[in-house]
């Protein structure tokens, strides 16, 4: 079977400043600004609740040759059909374990108590083989949520067989679309027999840089998702990366792309450049399509791998409509900050190492590699017993430095909060927020956000085989 080859290296997309910001000092936040807002006295709504069972199941991941894998599955769906609640809602999510792993979920995205984090071993125990156990979730932001397992030392396995899903948190004023479209893209490591391969991750030093698949799924199904629609129709595409550890960039030809949201936040709108998104495991993005006024018209979404793999096909059929003339756009989530006090920010760093080495002919050497324990934040792995990144009190600003001195891109997420990515020169910042950034081998980025939700929060690599062995960590706000 014909492998895909790594991914190329992603190119981060860079905005101009927001309109009448500049130099060192970004806009303050006013007195009292909370990112998490404050406890309502209205009494607590019912919450909306569902039941889903996590298990193994069949899917038919290629269309050739027709053989079945053997996955795992939520309600034996691959994926599992998206939850969808309102803004504010509590969603009580029933969960019954009949895999051989403990499971906890973790949601991208999601703001607000740390304890429903979801990252298992860290903020609750893990759900046991066989048991049952409850996650609440009340999102305080709409946007496009991710969940999918996350515990140290065992995120990769469950996730690699396929257990991932969108929860989607309805704007109270959607921006008005044809075709509301999720997009959920997963990377399977399967053999000639059709078989998902063994996870192993000590003793093997390519498994340690992360579990790169042979097949990708749309939607679990073998790409591109084929979709008809009519000339001048506008599409919002809801782009999700659930792969373990495939690093891609996204293209669109064929339509007029506009970002609308990114890790699950309103954004300006704003087209990508050269019509491309970078697309790191956890990473996600609202995106509306306005398709061409002509009949038979074909547009596409690519994952750049290899020559390009189509991964959505839209074509133009019926009855032409007059296109939408307003430019899409979500309101600006309020509950976010306009900007940080930079003079006023703690300023902690974040230095990662180890992994393979780069020779002088561009080539990885694992040679002398500690495989039980291959990668370093700070000098060490991730642990719950030691001292956190930082502690700070509740709203102070924070400038991170994300040091990356390895031969690989490293995609970092951080729990519970959204934040600013600056420019190099300290001279602005991305006019989007992110909860996670890609930074480039051998390159330093610095990060900008207000520590105001309470409790312990991590800061991981969702490339799930160095998280799991050890590529995290983890800071307080008290």
């Known amino acids: 079977m014909t492998k895909l080859p790594a991914a190329a290296r992603p190119s981060l997309t ?13 806009i303050a936040s006013p007195p009292g600004f909370a990112q998490a807002p404050a406890p309502s006295s209205k009494p607590a709504a019912e919450p909306k609740r569902q039941a889903l069972v996590a298990g193994p ?4 991941l290629r269309p050739s040759p027709p053989v079945d894998t053997e996955i795992w599955t939520f309600d034996g769906a691959t994926p599992a059909q998206p939850l969808r609640i309102k803004q504010g809602e509590t969603l009580a999510l029933k969960l019954e374990n009949k895999t051989t792993a403990p499971l906890d979920l973790h949601w991208y995205g999601l ?34 949520l991710l969940y999918r397992p996350l515990r140290a030392g065992g995120s990769s396995e469950p996730a690699g067989r396929g257990l991932s899903g969108l929860v989607i948190v309805e704007e109270k004023e959607p921006p008005a679309v044809d075709l509301d479209l999720p997009v959920l893209i997963t990377d399977w490591l399967i053999g000639d027999d059709q078989a998902i391969q063994p996870f192993v991750l000590q003793g093997n030093a390519s498994a340690s840089a992360g579990r790169l698949g042979s097949w990708l799924t749309v939607n679990g199904r073998s790409p591109p998702q084929p979709i008809t629609a009519r000339p001048g129709a506008r599409i ?23 970002v609308i949201a990114v890790d699950s936040q309103p954004t300006e709108s704003f087209e990508p450049v050269r019509s491309q998104l970078p697309f790191a ?16 018209a074909a547009v596409n979404v690519s994952a750049l791998i290899g020559g390009g793999l189509p991964l959505v096909r839209i074509v133009t059929a019926g009855q032409p409509q007059v296109p939408p003339a307003a430019t899409p756009a979500l309101k600006l989530n309020p509950a976010l900050p306009l900007g940080v006090r930079m003079q006023d920010a703690l300023r902690p760093e974040l230095v990662i190492e180890g992994g393979a080495r780069l020779t002088e002919d561009q080539k990885l050497d694992f040679t002398g590699l500690d495989l039980a324990s291959p990668w370093r934040v700070n000098g060490g792995i991730g642990s719950f017993e030691g001292k956190p990144l930082f502690s700070v009190k509740r709203g102070t600003p924070i400038v991170m430095a994300i040091d990356n001195r390895t031969a690989f891109i490293q995609p970092f997420h951080v729990h519970g909060h959204s934040f ?20 480039p081998e051998r390159k330093k980025l610095h990060i900008a956000f207000i520590a105001d939700n309470p409790g312990r929060w991590l800061i991981s690599s969702t490339v799930l085989e160095r998280f799991d062995l050890g590529l995290w960590s983890w800071f307080e706000v008290t």
């Open 14 to 26: 860079r905005r101009h400043m927001l309109a009448g910001l500049g130099g060192t000092c970004l």
């Open 57 to 60: 199941a069949k899917a038919r």
């Open 111 to 144: 703001r607000g108590e740390a304890e429903r984090d979801g990252a298992a071993s860290f903020t609750r125990p893990p759900i046991a083989p066989g048991e049952t156990g409850e996650f609440r979730i009340t999102p305080q932001d709409s946007g496009t």
């Open 236 to 258: 919002r595409l809801r782009l999700a990366n659930a792969c373990n550890a495939r690093i891609m960039r996204l293209r669109f030809d064929g339509g007029k792309a506009t």
């Open 281 to 296: 495991p956890g990473t996600r993005y609202d995106v509306t399509l306005d398709l061409p006024i002509e009949v038979g």
């Open 420 to 439: 600013r990515l600056l420019h190099p020169l300290d001279d602005g910042w991305e006019n989007y927020f992110l909860d996670t950034v890609q930074i």
